[in-house]
């Protein structure tokens, strides 16, 4: 499988829309093919460059990329004024610990 | 427990350096109070600006700061050249998925 990390440069007051949509683009892609699992991430330190990050699983990058797609098309994660993200797909090298 | 999201930005050529000076991180950090488990990931795309991201689980932040300095103070993670290392502390807000 493959890992969707998603980095999320939020201005301040943005947080609750932001997940909003969040919300809305997990429940759509929760529904397509491939999607294994996500988890949301909040930083500890509001100064943090990325308020949010998102890690997510899919079967593979193919599955991601087609679902990514059919969200943009049913327009499900809007564009939030001056909040950036920053997607990219990765695969697990080295896995340690009490798992 | 907390999540270590650490953002890698590696330039051609360091890879390995990097990967070397990551595994006697881990070995160090894996020894130390409070850690639970780490993953490092690499991206699928040579062109990503970040091209390792590790996340790691720790029982608390204080846990993981104290594991940090002890393991500067040891001189285990040397600076390599052009190597920038973003970690940032995280908590996991939403979870969904097939688990």
Do not use: C, K
């Amino acid at each position: 499988d493959v890992t969707l990390i998603n980095l999320f440069e939020v201005p301040p007051g943005r947080e609750a829309e932001t997940l909003e949509a969040w919300g809305a683009a997990r429940t759509f892609l929760s529904g397509e093919p491939g999607y294994i699992d996500t988890t949301l991430h909040r930083a500890l330190d509001p100064e943090a460059r990325y308020t949010f990050i998102n890690v997510a699983h899919w079967e593979s990058a193919e599955d991601f990329t087609r679902a990514i797609r059919r969200m943009h098309a049913a327009g499900v994660f809007p564009q939030i004024e001056g909040v950036v993200i920053n997607p990219a797909l990765y695969r697990a090298m080295r896995r340690d610990g009490a798992e």
